[in-house]
């Protein structure tokens, strides 16, 4: 567990070789994983471990970041928790993959979120795919496929756009979404949502 100011570390791993994986927590004013490398591992080998990120302004991780609380051998996948009060801006790949079923993963904002190019994967070999939660104060899913970049500095998210190709590849993966806005409407501008899976699926918009 870390608290602090602000947050920019290398990596983190709390892997569990023969049993479920670790946890790491980390609670701070801003929050950025932007070099490439920067990692958190919280595999394990019967079930994944936590990540619980809390940025109370702002949180970026980089597209050359990665996140995972994946399993290894047997169990379900981990969980993932990011949330910023101001801004979120993620990049990278979130993982919380399973074998018997997937696990979470939740990614919320209080201001503006930019999830360009991210990469999820919540899905399973078997059992139930995992969950994808999205939450914002309001956002608008646009038609896209962008790559974000971050560079070396804080980016900072000023709209609550959403793009499709974004959601179809965690589809893809075998992932439920959820989209949740908390003050105003979740919107679909040109959107086209496909769910490429060969297990049923689901979109819910609250």
């Known amino acids: 567990t870390i608290t602090g100011a602000a947050v920019d570390f290398n990596s983190a791993i709390a892997y569990g070789s023969s049993g479920n994986g670790g946890s790491v927590s980390v609670t701070a004013d ?22 619980d990120l809390h940025a109370r302004d702002n949180f970026v ?5 990665s996140l995972s609380a994946d399993t290894g051998s047997s ?13 979120l801006v993620v990049y990278g790949d979130l993982s919380a993959r399973g074998v018997d079923g997937g696990g ?21 070999l078997a059992g139930d795919g995992g969950l994808w939660t999205i939450v914002a104060p309001q956002m608008t899913v646009l038609n896209g496929s962008t790559q974000g970049t971050a560079g070396t500095g804080p980016v900072i998210a000023t709209t609550t756009d959403i793009q499709d190709g974004d959601l179809n590849n965690a589809f893809a993966s075998g992932t439920n979404i959820v989209l949740q806005a908390n003050a105003g409407d979740v ?15 689901f979109l819910h918009v609250n």
Not at 30 to 35: H, K, N, R
Not at 104 to 124: E, F, H, K, P
Not at 187 to 201: E, H, R, T
Request: charged share 10%; no cysteine; aromatic share 6%.
């Open 30 to 51: 801003d929050i950025y994983l932007v070099y490439a490398g920067n990692s958190i591992d919280v595999q394990g080998d019967t079930g994944g471990g936590s990540i």
């Open 104 to 124: 979470s993963i939740y990614t919320g904002s209080g201001g503006g979120i930019d999830l360009n190019g991210i990469g999820i994967d919540a899905g399973t």
């Open 61 to 65: 991780l980089g597209e050359n970041s």
């Open 75 to 87: 169990g379900n996948g981990g969980s993932i928790h990011l949330y910023a009060g101001n801004s």
């Open 187 to 201: 919107q679909f501008d040109d959107a086209q949502i496909l769910a490429a899976s060969s297990s049923p699926l």
